[in-house]
């Protein structure tokens, strides 16, 4: 049974920085390719970072140069590091597996 459980979120002000953690079971981690999706209120969810079972990375344009996702395979972790926090980054962000499997969210807020 696969299990992502997503930790990090909170409050921050606008320029601040958030690190998410998602721990993963159930799945062969080093081919996963890992995500960091999120949903903002009223609006479909996106992606905002992919860390392939390649070893490559993705961003969204409204993320890069801010977030980084790092993956740490031996602990079965994905991480998405935030900096430059702004208000429109609040949302509820999810942790994705292949595509297919999501953790229960975590909420960030940016405001001040």
């Known amino acids: 049974q696969v299990q992502l459980v997503e930790s990090g979120g909170g409050l921050v002000q606008p320029g601040g920085s958030l690190r998410l953690s998602c721990a993963a079971s159930?799945?062969?981690?080093?081919?996963?390719?890992m995500g960091w999706y999120r949903q903002a209120p009223g609006k479909q969810r996106e992606l905002v970072a992919l860390?392939?079972?390649?070893?490559?990375?993705n961003y969204a344009d409204s993320v890069k140069g801010r977030f980084t996702i790092s993956r740490d395979n031996a602990k079965k972790m994905v991480y998405l590091q935030m900096n430059s926090l702004k208000s429109e980054d609040t949302a509820v962000y999810y942790c994705?597996?292949?595509?297919?499997?999501w953790g229960q969210g975590t909420q960030v807020t940016v405001s001040s």
């Open positions: 994705n597996a292949n595509f297919k499997n």
């Open positions: 159930g799945i062969i981690f080093t081919i996963s390719h």
């Open positions: 860390s392939t079972g390649g070893g490559t990375t």
